[in-house]
């Protein structure tokens, strides 16, 4: 299989609704996502970019799909690394899907080659996020307020 | 397959199984294997495979992707990431500060 992909998905008491929101708020993300937040329109087409609280892009891409509060498809590309820059693109999937008073968000990240430095990087960094996701919405409070360190 | 939110004690008793554990593994070493990859490596029968796949799947350790006829089993580190926090992080903070303040008295002492 010439393909890295790694799946992440977890079970936040919460709205298909409110889930869309904080994923796509760049104020609410920066709670979660260690000072972090996303750039864009988040409708299919636009500009999406990552940039860190010093206003600086670490990855930057397109909306490939939106379908709010459903699906969100990313083109996703790194920026700031040379040799993970050098892989190109990379897709990030996100799903919502209500289950039962909860719903079920899964996120497929995946690029078109083996052994992925890119999709590794980027891997170690989304339990906690969305840990801390899920701590947020459901308690209020994140579990882990430590700077974002995943990808120097 | 219906789905529920799993709950902590579905995630404990998913772990408390050996042969869950070393499926655990064998994705861990190669993620994103079919029913048929992960029956190679384990000495176990397809319908045992299959029975302790559900378990996982359904305490969300492990989540399934479907390429083209195959469905895909991938690693989903996120409720271990919960446990972390929950059952770990918590418990050791304290232990450290105790080990530092130790520390510091002994130093003392002997300074």
Redesign the interface.
């Known amino acids: 299989m010439a393909r890295s992909t790694f799946v992440y998905a977890t079970y936040i008491r919460t709205t298909p609704k409110e889930l869309w929101s904080a994923l796509t708020d760049p104020e609410f993300m920066k709670q979660y996502w260690f000072g972090m937040h996303c750039e864009s329109g988040f409708t299919t087409g636009s500009a999406w970019k990552l940039v860190n609280d010093s206003g600086e892009v670490w990855d930057s891409g397109e909306i490939v799909e939106a379908d709010p509060p459903r699906r969100l498809v990313i083109r996703w590309e790194h920026q700031k690394r040379p040799e993970l820059k050098a892989e190109g693109a990379s897709l990030c999937t996100m799903e919502l899907e209500p289950v039962e008073k909860a719903v079920k968000l899964t996120i497929t990240h995946s690029v078109e080659r083996e052994a992925s430095k890119l999709v590794e990087a980027v891997s170690g960094g989304w339990p906690k996020i969305l840990s801390n996701l899920k701590s947020l919405m459901e308690t209020g409070a994140v579990a882990f307020e430590e700077p974002y360190r995943n990808k120097k | 397959m219906s789905?529920?939110?799993?709950d902590a004690d579905l995630l404990f008793k998913a772990l408390a199984d050996p042969s869950r554990r070393r499926l655990m593994d064998q994705l861990h070493v190669h993620?994103?294997q079919t029913l048929g990859q992960l029956c190679e490596h384990l000495d176990m029968t397809r319908q045992g495979v299959t029975q302790h796949l559900d378990v996982l799947e359904g305490a969300?350790l492990v989540?399934t992707?479907r390429s083209g006829r195959e469905k895909?089993h991938?690693l989903?580190?996120?409720?271990?990431?919960?446990i972390y926090?929950r059952w770990i992080?918590k418990f050791e903070k304290p232990r450290l500060k105790a080990l530092v303040h130790l520390k510091r008295k002994l130093e003392k002492s002997h300074g």
């Open positions: 789905q529920r939110p799993p993620d994103g969300n989540a992707v895909l991938f989903n580190p996120v409720p271990l990431q919960e926090e992080a």
